[in-house]
T-cell receptor, first 113, second 113 residues
Framework: GENVEQHPSTLSVQEGDSAVIKCTYSDSASNYFPWYKQELGKGPQLIIDIRSNVGEKKDQRIAVTLNKTAKHFSLHITETQPEDSAVYFCAASTGTGGFKTIFGAGTRLFVKA | DVKVTQSSRYLVKRTGEKVFLECVQDMDHENMFWYRQDPGLGLRLIYFSYDVKMKEKGDIPEGYSVSREKKERFSLILESASTNQTSMYLC????????????FGEGSWLTVV
C-alpha cells in the first residue's frame, strides 16, 4: 500500500545550525504535502505545506522543497533555536478532505543550546 | 483559530471496560478523524467521518467503533478495552475538498491496565 518514509528518526543539532528532514512517498497521485510540529504533550500543528504545482515554499526560517519526479520532499529549518525542539511529521495527501493522508513516522529534533 | 477539543486528556481504564473518547470541533468542518499515535509508528488512522452519521474505516479499525450524531462531535468507542489499546489518541478535523489541512486536538492519553 501507499506509504511515506521519513528520515532521520532522530536529529540533534547545535543552536544556530540548520536541520533537514527528508520524506519520500509512494503514491504518485499525492498532491498535497503538509508538515506538522508536535511539542511535548500537545497535538501536531501545521507549520508549512506545499502543493504539487510548487517546487519550493518558504516561511521565515522554515522551507519545504518538493521533487515530484523523485517523490521526495524535505523540510529545512535554518538558524535553529531551542524552541524548535519537537517531533516533526511529514505527510502526503491525495483526493478530497485529507481522507488519504499518510503520515511519516516522525523525526525527533533536539536543538542544543 | 480552529479548535479541536478532546474532553479527556488522561484516562486509566481496566481491561474489558467500555471507553468513550469525545471530540468537538468549532469550525463547522465536514470531516473528522480519529488517529492513534505510538512511538515509531507515526499517526495511524482508526476511523474517519465525512458527514453526520457517516463513517469509514481507516487503517486500524479493529477493536474500535465511532459515532457522529452531530456535525461538531465525533466519538471513539472502545467496546472492551485491552492493554494493547494503551496509546495516545488524536482527534482531528478538516474541511471537505481536495488537500485541506487537518487540524488536531491535544490528544488523549489512554492507559488500559
Amino acid at each position: 500500500g501507499e506509504n511515506v518514509e521519513q528520515h532521520p528518526s532522530t536529529l540533534s543539532v547545535q543552536e544556530g545550525d540548520s536541520a533537514v528532514i527528508k520524506c519520500t512517498y509512494s503514491d504518485s497521485a499525492s498532491n498535497y504535502f503538509p508538515w506538522y510540529k508536535q511539542e511535548l504533550g500537545k497535538g501536531p500543528q501545521l507549520i508549512i505545506d506545499i502543493r504539487s504545482n510548487v517546487g519550493e515554499k518558504k516561511d521565515q526560517r522554515i522551507a519545504v522543497t518538493l521533487n515530484k519526479t523523485a517523490k521526495h520532499f524535505s523540510l529545512h529549518i535554518t538558524e535553529t533555536q531551542p524552541e524548535d525542539s519537537a517531533v516533526y511529521f511529514c505527510a502526503a495527501s491525495t483526493g478530497t478532505g485529507g481522507f488519504k493522508t499518510i503520515f511519516g513516522a516522525g523525526t525527533r529534533l533536539f536543538v542544543k543550546a | 483559530d480552529v479548535k479541536v477539543t478532546q474532553s479527556s486528556r488522561y484516562l486509566v481504564k481496566r481491561t474489558g471496560e467500555k471507553v468513550f473518547l469525545e471530540c468537538v470541533q468549532d469550525m463547522d468542518h465536514e470531516n473528522m478523524f480519529w488517529y492513534r499515535q505510538d512511538p515509531g509508528l507515526g499517526l495511524r488512522l482508526i476511523y474517519f467521518s465525512y458527514d453526520v452519521k457517516m463513517k469509514e474505516k481507516g487503517d486500524i479499525p479493529e477493536g474500535y467503533s465511532v459515532s457522529r450524531e452531530k456535525k461538531e462531535r465525533f466519538s471513539l468507542i472502545l467496546e472492551s478495552a485491552s492493554t494493547n489499546q494503551t496509546s495516545m489518541y488524536l482527534c482531528a478535523s478538516s474541511f471537505g475538498g481536495a488537500g485541506n489541512t487537518i487540524y488536531f486536538g491535544e490528544g488523549s492519553w489512554l492507559t488500559v491496565v
